[in-house]
């Protein structure tokens, strides 16, 4: 088991930036590939990015390429997403994923997720 905690959400500007941060713990964070997914109202959950266990692939859906950047850092368990020049289409819930397998595009390759953390952006 994986518990995994989002924080950092909240309400920004157009053009602003906000961090997320996963904390995960039970098993060895190191051992899996994570990713960020984002939910808005009506929508189904769509991939947002991925980051292999060893930090060294990253991948980013076509929406956010250029302007997030995921990492991680092993020491402390967590999992960062760096979101630049938002915009109000990036408004969703952020879930925090662990994957167990497949294609880093697909919510079925995630075998646990975080809670969620809101993300608003205003115009």
């Known amino acids: 088991q994986v518990q995994l905690v989002e924080s950092g959400g909240g309400l920004v500007q157009a053009g602003g930036s906000l961090r997320l941060s996963c904390a995960a713990s039970?098993?060895?964070?190191?051992?899996?590939?994570m990713g960020w997914f984002r939910q808005a109202p009506g929508k189904e959950r769509e991939f947002v990015a991925g980051?292999?266990?060893?930090?060294?692939?990253?991948y980013y859906a076509d929406s956010v390429k250029g302007r997030f950047i995921i990492s991680r850092d092993s020491a402390k368990n967590t999992l960062y997403l760096q979101g630049n020049r938002l915009k109000p289409e990036d408004t969703a819930v952020y879930y925090c994923?662990?994957?167990?397998?497949?294609?880093?595009?697909?919510?079925?390759?995630?075998?646990?997720w975080g809670q969620g953390t809101q993300v608003t952006v205003s115009s």
């Open positions: 039970g098993r060895t964070f190191s051992n899996y590939a």
């Open positions: 994923a662990a994957y167990t397998g497949g294609s880093y595009y697909s919510t079925k390759s995630v075998g646990y």
């Open positions: 980051i292999s266990w060893g930090a060294t692939s990253t």
